[in-house]
């Protein structure tokens, strides 16, 4: 077989490459599709100019000639139309352009401002509007708890005074001359006091304290007490009505209050 005459139709020529300049770059720039965000393609670029196939340094050689080539074009067009790159230019310098600047400011704090409002009339004042209204239910249990124990203090303290009463009353029983207007007297506030503090006992009893029952029990031995006194105080005024006249009147009184309470 003949290899020579059949290297002869053999093509052993590298690929020519592409020139590199303006044009060229132009004609790739405007082969990208912007509606899309479609970017530059360097090995697309490279490719398809077959550069792959240039040495490194030519092809960064062309590179930077063409690039300084571009820029003294640029410097040359900015020298000749300098007015006009100058106003250009100017648009972003002038006084206007200060004032759209201050007003962009003015915009993105007002729009800051109205995020923050937004999330104060929305979140923040419903979030605040709960926490005061569980301070008030809180602070207004705090009261209902004080006033309970200022109750408990003077029930307490009307339950002794009255037994310290009774008892008074139970010994002036027992003496032989009994001081009608002393006697009269402490009976009328031994049964105020007793009435004072069957009230409070009513206001408490839904508490079903075991202090409460403890005080209950106390007022039911000072009412069993108070009645051996006005039964053996009844039986002394019936049986000498004169030698006692304001202490029968003390009686009669509280009989009568007694009934229409009772009515």
């Known amino acids: 077989m003949d290899f020579l005459k059949e ?3 053999i093509n052993l020529d590298l690929p020519e490459t592409t020139q590199i300049n303006r044009d060229l770059f132009a004609k790739e720039i405007s082969n990208i599709d912007s509606s899309v965000d479609e970017e530059f393609n360097v090995d697309k670029f490279l490719m398809e100019n077959n550069f792959h196939y240039m040495e490194l340094d030519p092809l960064l050689r ?3 000639g063409l690039s300084s080539v571009i820029m003294s074009d640029l410097l040359e067009q900015v020298s ?4 006009h790159y100058l106003e250009f230019f100017n648009t972003y310098t002038s006084e206007d352009n200060e004032i759209q600047l201050q007003i962009r400011d003015i915009k993105n704090k ?19 509007k709960e926490i005061i209204s569980d ?4 602070l207004r249990k705090l009261d209902e708890i004080i006033t309970q124990l200022r109750s408990h203090k003077e029930l307490a ?5 009255s037994k310290e009463l009774s008892k008074s009353l139970h010994v002036l029983c027992g003496v032989e001359e009994i001081d009608d207007i002393l006697c009269a007297d402490l009976v009328m506030q031994l049964y105020t006091l007793i009435s004072k503090c069957e009230t409070m006992l009513l206001s408490l ?3 079903n304290s075991p202090y409460i029952h403890h005080l209950y029990n106390e007022y039911q031995g000072i009412i069993q007490e ?6 053996i105080l009844t039986e002394r005024c019936l049986g000498d009505p004169t030698a006692y006249p304001d202490l029968s009147k003390a009686l009669v009184s509280f009989v009568n209050t007694t009934k229409s309470m009772m009515n």
């Open 157 to 161: 303290q009307n339950i002794a005074l």
């Open 7 to 9: 290297d002869e139709d």
């Open 62 to 64: 062309d590179l930077s």
């Open 226 to 231: 108070f009645q051996v006194s006005l039964k």
């Open 135 to 138: 301070t008030v239910e809180y």
């Open 80 to 83: 000749s139309n300098y007015e």
């Open 205 to 207: 009893e839904q508490l």
């Open 110 to 128: 007002l729009d800051t401002f109205m995020t923050g409002f937004d999330t104060l009339t929305k979140k923040d004042i419903a979030h605040y």
